[in-house]
């Protein structure tokens, strides 16, 4: 299995006005894409952004690109829970490989009543 991982940010979170500052991103949602030939599993979730420090100065709101926002998703999420992320994903294409077993009841079984209750 050769996974391929993507990210798309879905929509980003503002604070109107924080220190002078408009349209501060605080938190962007996103979603993370897995695919391996014609398969392909996606999960969401979302990442919190502090607010801008000379280390992470304010881009304006119109100037932002995704690849900019994927940026701080992968500098601001913890890698483990990316990671994680990555496991979802490929699980949910391995169960399109192999669909997981289940066992059903039999066709020509009595459908199991629950006892009563003594009162």
């Given at each position: ?6 990210m ?66 992968e ?19 391995a ?25």
């Amino acid at each position: 299995m050769s996974i391929t991982y993507t990210m798309k940010i879905d929509s980003l979170d503002c604070v109107p006005a924080l220190d002078g500052l408009s349209n501060v991103v605080s938190r962007a949602i996103w979603t993370m894409t897995g695919t391996d030939g014609d398969l392909t599993a996606s999960t969401s979730a979302s990442t919190e952004f502090p607010a801008p420090t000379p280390e992470r100065p304010f881009i304006s709101f119109d100037d932002l690109t995704e690849a900019t926002v994927i940026g701080w998703v992968e500098e601001c999420a913890d890698a483990a829970y990316l990671e994680s992320r990555r496991e979802i994903i490929a699980g949910l294409i391995a169960d399109q490989i192999a669909p997981p077993i289940v066992t059903p009841p039999l066709p020509w079984a009595e459908p199991e009543t629950p006892e009563e209750a003594p009162e």
